[in-house]
C-alpha cells in the first residue's frame, strides 16, 4: 500500500531548541525531501513575516509530486479568517488547517460549522485541504464527541486528509489504535493521517500502529527533531514502512537516501548526527559480541555494516557518481580505495552534507578530472574600523593561466569581502561567474581537546539563475577554512557550466 509522507521538519522540526533553519535552508530541504519523494512538505504559516518568504521563493522550485503546505490556525466560531486568507494568497497547492481540539462535547458544535466553511473555502480556490485535528486522542479520551465530530466534518465538507495530532506525546498504542480505527469510520472518502509526538517515546511506535488501522498519511520529521521531545522521525517511520511493513512510502530507489537525507539536515541546523540513531546512526549497524545479522540490509538506507567501515558511511552514491567521472571502481577493492579516499577527507572535518558541490570536486579530483581555472598564491584579510565605523578589506593574489593577478575588496564580513576580491581577480578570465552569487555562509567549531586552538569548519551557499550549491572548508584557521569554501564554490561554477580554462585576453594588469 502507497503510504504518503507528511513532512513537517521546516515547521515542527525547527520548535526544537536549538534547531534553527534559514530561508535557504528550508528550500534546500524541501528540494531534498521532494526529490525523496515525499507527498506533502509543511512550509508554515504565510501571514507570518519569516514564513511568507518561504511561500514566494518557494514558486521557483521544481517540488515534482511533494505538495508544499501552507498552514492556518481555525478557531471556533469562524475566528482565525485572516490566516486562512493568507494561506490561499501564498499560492501553495495544499491548505493545512490546524484545529486546536478542546475536549468533550460542548466544543464538537462549535467546530463543524467553521471548519467545513473552511474546508469549502479551500476547495473552491482549487486547493487540496489537510485538516490537522490538534488534540484528536485527548479529546477521545475524554468522550470522543469533539473528536470525531470533527472528522465528520471535516469528511462531508470535502477534506482530502484528516490528520490525527497526539498534541501531548502521551497516547499509548493501544489508544492510537482505537482512535484511528474510529475516525476510519467517520471519514468516509478521506485519508487518514497520523501526528505522533514522542513525549512517552512512542512517536514512531504510534505512527506505525496508526497505519496497520487504516492511515495512509504519516506526518513526521527528518531525524525526529521537534519541540519537548521530539516527532516522529521520518527515518524511522519510511525504513520500518517499507522494510518491515512492505508499504510504499517513499519513490522508488529512494530509500537508500535516507542516511544522506539525516547527516544533511543535521550539518544544516549545526547538530552532529547521532551515531546510535536507528538505521542511519554511525553505529546502528556495529557488530557486537553476539554477531548476530542485522535486522535489515544496512545497504537499504544507504549505511553499512560493521566497525571497520564506519567512516565509510554517509556516500550511498559515492561510487555511482565516481564511475559516471571515470574512477576505475569496479570492483570491492577499488570500491573501498575510493571510500578510504573519502573517509580520510572526513577524518579531517569535512562533513559532505550540505557541500555536495564540494564532494562533487573530491571525486573530480579521485578521477584526475578536476580541472585547475586558478590557484591562490596569497590572501590577506583586514578588518578596518574608520571614524567609528567597521569593515572588512580582502587582498588576494591568484594563478590565472601563468598569470600573476592582483585585487583588492570590501566587504561586510571576512567571507563577503574574500568572495568580491576572488571574483574581481577572476572576472575578466571568467566572465561566467557574474551571474553566480554568495547566498550565506556559516560556521562551526570542531569538537576537539585542544581547547580554542581546534578547527572551524565554514559552509558556504551559492547560486545563479539555475542552480544552488553548497562547499565546505575545514582548518585550524577561520579565513583558510572561508578561503576553502570560497574557492570551491567558483571552481564547481565553472565545472558545472563546463567552461574551460582560458588566458585572459587583455593585458595583465595589477589593480
Known sequence: MKIAIYDATLTEGTRQAGVQLSVRDKLRVALRLAELGVAFVEGGWPGARGDA???????QLELGGARLCACATLQPGGRGGSELRAALRSGAPAITLRVPLASGRRAAAGWRGALAAAVKAVRRDGRAAIVDLDGFFDAQ???GAAALGAVEAAARAGAEVILLGDVRGGALPSEIEAGVAAARR??????IGIRARDDAGLAVANSLVAVGKG???????????GERCGAADLVAVAAALELKLGHQALAAGQLRRLTSLAHFVAELVDREPSRDQPYVGQDAFAGGADELAPHVDPEAVGNRAGPAMADERGHPGALRVARALGLPARGERDARQVLERLAAWERRGFRYEGAEASFDLVLRALAGRRREYFRVLAYRVLDV?????GFTEATVELAVSGEHVHAAALGVGPVNALDQALRKALE?????LSSMKLVQSRSKSLATDVGTAGDVRVLVDSADARDHWGTAGVSDNLLDACRQALVDAIEYKLAKDDVAPHPRRARPRSR
Open 53 to 59: 518568504e518561504i511561500f514566494r521563493e518557494a514558486r
Open 428 to 432: 575578466l578570465h571568467y566572465p561566467e
Open 385 to 389: 574600523h574608520r571614524e567609528k565605523r
Open 141 to 143: 479520551r475524554q468522550g
Open 186 to 191: 467517520a471519514a468516509g472518502a478521506a485519508a
Open 215 to 225: 492511515a495512509s498519511v504519516v506526518a513526521a520529521t527528518v531525524n525526529g527533531y
